[in-house]
Structure formats: structure tokens, C-alpha cells
């Protein structure tokens, strides 16, 4: 069965998801953000069998996601690009609702700690207006000049 091509639909959750939507890669990427950024590392700490990580790697080294570095003759590690470095922004949202909706009794499994002011946080959405806290309740979805189609 073919995969759909949700890298060419006008939506940007779509395009958003052809890139990371296949389940290991969210985590690949929480593994090199942690620094866990060696092929054998991250084979080691998610159990992925090596020819799954090796396409997800070269997907999202080809997708601008992630880099390949060499750090010794013939030995390679991934980095995160501006583009990962802001998909991180999303796990971050994703971490919260997990942690609201999913942990349980035993609490988060991870804690982070913001680098200015030093206190135990969670990631909330601003308005980049106005700088209010902003929900999906609080705003309206109008075509934008990429829209190929008439908006629900």
C-alpha cells in the first residue's frame, strides 16, 4: 500500500507530520536534544532495530531536521538544525499534554528546568501579539495565502 504524500497538502499539520509523524522519529530527536546523538547510542537507549533507525536518521538528515557530524575518522554523530531545534518547541507542548493527560500517580517522568530564572517549568503558548496565554479556544482559523482550497 502507498503512502499518502502528506508533505504536498496545503496544510501545515500535515507537512508538520510527513516529516515527524512516524512514531520513532519524535523520539530520535528527544534523544539527540538530550544528547544522546551517536547512531549506537540512540539504538541502544530506544531498542530500534538499526535498519529503522538508519532510514529515520537519513530522513531527517534529508528533511534538514537533524545533521550528520563526523567526530572521529568514519564515526558519525547527529546535531540538531534551526529546524529541529524548533520542532523541540513541539515535543515541548507534546510533553506537557503527556504529562497532564497520561502520567499517573508516578508524576513526569522528566522535569525541566528553565535556564532563566531556574524554576521547574512546562512550556505554555503565548500570543505572539500580544503576549497573552493563547488555546485553540481563543483563536479563529482563516485562509491563509498558501490555501489551495476553501478552509473548514
Not at 531545534?85 to 507542548?93: H, K, P
Not at 530564572?117 to 505554555?124: D, E, K, N, P
Not at 488555546?135 to 479563529?140: A, E, L, N
Amino acid at each position: 500500500m502507498q503512502r499518502t504524500d502528506f508533505g504536498g497538502m496545503a496544510c501545515s499539520i500535515a507537512r508538520t507530520m510527513d516529516v515527524i509523524g512516524e512514531p520513532w522519529s519524535p523520539l530520535v530527536l528527544r534523544n539527540v536534544y538530550v544528547g544522546i546523538t551517536r547512531f549506537d547510542q540512540i539504538q541502544q537507549q530506544l531498542g530500534i532495530s538499526r535498519k529503522v533507525l538508519a532510514e529515520r536518521l537519513r530522513w531527517l538528515v534529508g528533511n534538514e531536521v537533524l545533521e550528520r557530524r563526523e567526530y572521529a575518522a568514519n564515526r558519525h554523530e547527529y546535531a540538531l538544525t534551526e529546524r529541529g531545534r524548533e520542532l523541540v518547541d513541539l515535543l515541548m507542548v507534546m510533553v506537557r499534554w503527556g504529562d497532564k493527560w497520561l502520567a499517573g500517580d508516578a508524576g513526569p517522568p522528566v522535569l525541566y528546568r528553565h535556564h532563566t530564572c531556574g524554576g521547574i517549568t512546562h512550556v505554555t503558548l503565548t500570543c505572539s501579539g500580544c503576549g497573552n496565554p493563547m488555546s485553540g479556544d481563543d483563536v479563529d482559523v482563516l485562509p491563509g495565502p498558501g490555501t489551495t482550497a476553501p478552509h473548514p
